[in-house]
């Protein structure tokens, strides 16, 4: 899979927007943009995908830069349960024989400040 | 509710005693795995299982074994358990083509081998 690059933390105050950058500038056309996300003491959980256009969930949105060479994660209004490291990972939508194993980065640690 | 099941969540433990740790999934999907999250090293894949029958080595298979006798389950084996297997331990599953489909974590079980 392609490298992201993420900053090792950012900081947000609680209920305002935090937009979470990730350069992959390697990406490969069939390459999707997963992010994830792991609260202290827990597994990691998914967050959002996406392959070109920009999505929305209930939990997240995520932007995609029209040449697909960044993304990112955007939490409308950051609670303190957002408090985590946050990945960005790239899956080839075509992952064929193989283990199929999400290779985790080093992840931004998001911090919310009361 | 949709969910991957670790048991136990927390065990310490002696060199040499066999231990075996159970990952249930209730979302019916084919593909599973094991992976162990180390400081510094983020989140290594032990092994997988693309289906019931199916199983193959991750990047870090040395000294643990698995099965997947029926598709809902995948239990990590460890029959001589050293102090180099202290670690967090998650189980995943996600449908067959996870190249998009996000994966499911359990809450993770703490191993310590003394």
Redesign the interface.
Known sequence: DAKTTQPNSMESNEEEPVHLPCNHSTISGTDYIHWYRQLPSQGPEYVIHGLTSNVNNRMASLAIAEDRKSSTLILHRATLRDAAVYYCILRDKYSGAGSYQLTFGKGTKLSVIP | EAQ?TQNPRYLITVTGKKLTVTCSQNMNHE?M?W?RQDPGL??R?IY?SMNVEVT?K??VPEGYKVSRKEKRNFPLILESPSPNQTSLY?C?S?LF????Q???????TRLSIL
């Open positions: 991957v593909y795995s992976y983020g989140l894949q997988y193959d991750g990047d998650f995943a996600s083509v996870p190249g998009e996000p994966q499911h974590f359990g809450d993770g």
